[in-house]
C-alpha cells in the first residue's frame, strides 16, 4: 500500500507549512552555518521548492565541483538517507560578495527577482584579523548589494541577515536594536573603493575606536545598512553569540571549523595548549549552531507571516540576540574545568603531553605561563627533531596559539551583558509542534551533556579520530599521565632544592654580620 501523504501532511507543523513551495536563496551556504541549515530545511522540510546557493569559483573548483564537494561531507548523511533525492532542490548560482551586483548574470537576477521567497544572508568573512578593507567589500558593500537585489524580488516574504551579538559589544549592555555606526556605511564603502589596502590599515584603529577588530565594526557597519532597507524590505536581524558545534542535528558534536573557543579545545586535545588567559566568573556566550539554524528558520517565517505578537520591534526592524540566557548559561570557568574532563575522557590518539589547560587572571601571569609552558618545552622539541633530521614546527605553532589567544582574550575575559527579551518572545510565539521540531530555546540546555558532545566532536570531526579508538588512546593517556607525574615531581625537587640553596646562602649572610651567632649555627 502506498503511504497516506495527506496523513502525513496533516502532522506537519506550522512552519513546515509554511516553508511548502517556498524559494529561498541563501549566502553562505558552503559554511558552517549555511551546511546546518541545507541539512534542517530539505530534511524537515522535504518540500521546499529550490534553494538557491550563492557560490563562486574557489581553489580552482568550479561552483558544480564544489556542490559535489559539499553534498559530499558527513553531516548530510543522515539526509541522504531519509530524503535521498535532495540534492534535486538544489540549486547553484554564480555569484561573489566581493563584485558589483554580487556577480550575476542578468538571467540569474530575473530568476531570483521572479521566484525568491525567503533569502538568509549568512555569508561573511569571519577572520578577526582580517584586513579593514577586504572586510568593508564583503561584509558591507556585499550585504548593501544583496538588499539592492531583494528590493526587485516580487515575491520576497523575509530576509534575515545573520549578524553577530556582539557587534554592540562596546556598549555597556547590548540592547535588541541597532545602534547606528557613527560612519554612514556608504561612506565606509566609498572609503573601501577610493583608498589602497595600506591606507585603510593605517586609519583603521582610527575607524574601529571601541570595536576590538574588523569583523566586528564591519558586522556594526552592515546592520546599519540592513536597517536602512528596513523600510522597504522585511528584514529581521538574528545575532547569534559564539556559534560553537551541534547539539543534536543532525549529528551530535559536528563542528567543521576552527573559530572562537573550538581552536582552544582542538589545541587543549592534543596537548599543545596549557594556558590562556581568560576570566573564570565571566559567562562564555555559546550557542550550538543547530540552535542557531532552528532560530533562523522560526525567524524568517514570524517575519513573512507577522506572527510577533508581543515582540518588540523597533523602527519595523526586528532584532535577536540569540545568546546563552541570563538563567541557564556557563562560565569561561565551568566551560574550562568540563573540557578537560572530557578530552581526558575521550582523548586523542595524537597527544603529544598530558592535557590540561592553566587559566592565569593576569595578563603577566599569562604571559610567564606561555614562556614557561609553550616556547621553552617547543624550543626544547624543535631542537631534537632538528638534530634528529624532522621538521623543527612546535614553535610555529605556539607562535599561531598566541596570536589566536590575543584575539580571543577580549571575550573570554569580558562580561557582556545582552537583552533576550525578543529571544524568549519569539520562542514563545511558537507552537508547541513548531518548539519540537525547531528547538532552540537556550533556557532548556543542559550544557554538560553539550560540552560532551562538543569535545567528541572535536575529536571526531575535526582531528579525525573514530570513536572506536578512544580506548587505545586512553592507554596513551595514562602513559603520559605517568610521564607528566614524574616530570613534575622532579621539577618540584629541583625547585625546593633551589630554594632550600638560596635560603641557606641568605641566611649564612646574615650569620656572618652578627657577631653573637657566629659559632652557635651551622649549615
Not at 29 to 36: A, D, H
Not at 102 to 114: D, F, I, M, R, Y
Not at 257 to 283: E, F, K, W, Y
Request: contains cysteine; aromatic residues 8%.
Amino acid at each position: 500500500m502506498c503511504p497516506d501523504v495527506s496523513a502525513k501532511n496533516s502532522n506537519r507543523s506550522k512552519i513546515q507549512e509554511f516553508y511548502e513551495g517556498k524559494v529561498i536563496f541563501l549566502t553562505g551556504g558552503t559554511g558552517f552555518l549555511g551546511k546546518i541549515l541545507i541539512d534542517k530545511l530539505l530534511r524537515t522540510c522535504p518540500t521546499v521548492e529550490t534553494i538557491y546557493l550563492l557560490m563562486r569559483e574557489k581553489n580552482g573548483l568550479t561552483i558544480e565541483e564544489r556542490l559535489t564537494k559539499l553534498l559530499d561531507d558527513v553531516v548530510f548523511a543522515r539526509l541522504k538517507k531519509e530524503n535521498p533525492e535532495f540534492a534535486k532542490r538544489l540549486s547553484v548560482v554564480h555569484g561573489d560578495l566581493h563584485i558589483p551586483n554580487l556577480g550575476l548574470s542578468a538571467n540569474h537576477v530575473a530568476l531570483l527577482s521572479e521566484t525568491v521567497d525567503i533569502v538568509v544572508h549568512s555569508a561573511a568573512t569571519l577572520r578577526f584579523d582580517e584586513r579593514l578593507g577586504v572586510a568593508i567589500t564583503t561584509n558591507v558593500a556585499g550585504t548593501k548589494q544583496l538588499c539592492l537585489l531583494a528590493q526587485e524580488m516580487s515575491r520576497l516574504k523575509a530576509f534575515v541577515y545573520v549578524s553577530t551579538a556582539f557587534s554592540n559589544c562596546d556598549s555597556v549592555v547590548i540592547p535588541e536594536s541597532v545602534c547606528l555606526p557613527p560612519i554612514c556605511p556608504d561612506t565606509l564603502i566609498l572609503l573601501s573603493e577610493l583608498l589602497d589596502e595600506k591606507m585603510l590599515d593605517n586609519i583603521a584603529p582610527l575607524l574601529l575606536g571601541a570595536k576590538p577588530n574588523t569583523y566586528i565594526y564591519t558586522k556594526s557597519a552592515a546592520e546599519g545598512l540592513i536597517n536602512r532597507f528596513s523600510s522597504t524590505l522585511p528584514v529581521a536581524i538574528l545575532r547569534p553569540s559564539i556559534v560553537i558545534s551541534t547539539l543534536s542535528e543532525p549529528l551530535p558534536g559536528w563542528i567543521n571549523n576552527i573559530q572562537g573557543p573550538t581552536g582552544v579545545v582542538a589545541s587543549a586535545s592534543i596537548g599543545v595548549l596549557r594556558a590562556i588567559l581568560c576570566n573564570d566568573h565571566a559567562v562564555a556566550n555559546l550557542v550550538p549552531v543547530d540552535y542557531t539554524a532552528n532560530a533562523i528558520l522560526a525567524l524568517a517565517y514570524s517575519v513573512a507571516t507577522q506572527q510577533w505578537h508581543n515582540i518588540k520591534v523597533k523602527n519595523g526592524l526586528p532584532v535577536i540576540n540569540f545568546v546563552s540566557t541570563q538563567a541557564n548559561n556557563i562560565t569561561w570557568g565551568q566551560f574550562g574545568d568540563t573540557m578537560e574532563k572530557y578530552i581526558r575522557l575521550y582523548p586523542s590518539l595524537n597527544l603529544m603531553w598530558y592535557p590540561f589547560v592553566l587559566r592565569p587572571q593576569s595578563p603577566w601571569l599569562s604571559a610567564v605561563y606561555n614562556i614557561l609552558l609553550h616556547y621553552l618545552p617547543a624550543l626544547v622539541v624543535d631542537s631534537l627533531n632538528t638534530l634528529c633530521g624532522r621538521p623543527a614546527r612546535l614553535r610555529m605553532l605556539c607562535g599561531r596559539l598566541d596570536k589566536y589567544s590575543q584575539v580571543l582574550r577580549y571575550f573570554s575575559c569580558r562580561h557582556f551583558q545582552f537583552q533576550e527579551n525578543n529571544q524568549r518572545l519569539l520562542w514563545e510565539s511558537l507552537e508547541p509542534q513548531d518548539q519540537q521540531e525547531f528547538p532552540f530555546h537556550m533556557g532548556e540546555i543542559s550544557w554538560e551533556v553539550m560540552m560532551a558532545e562538543y569535545i567528541r566532536g572535536c575529536r571526531q570531526y575535526l582531528l579525525r579520530e573514530e570513536p572506536a579508538t578512544v580506548v587505545k588512546a586512553r592507554r596513551r593517556l595514562q602513559l603520559l599521565y605517568a610521564v607528566h607525574l614524574v616530570i613534575k615531581g622532579a621539577l618540584l625537587f629541583v625547585s625546593a632544592r633551589a630554594i632550600w640553596n638560596i635560603s641557606k646562602h641568605i641566611a649564612r649572610g646574615f650569620i656572618q654580620h652578627v657577631p653573637a651567632l657566629s659559632g652557635r649555627i651551622k649549615f
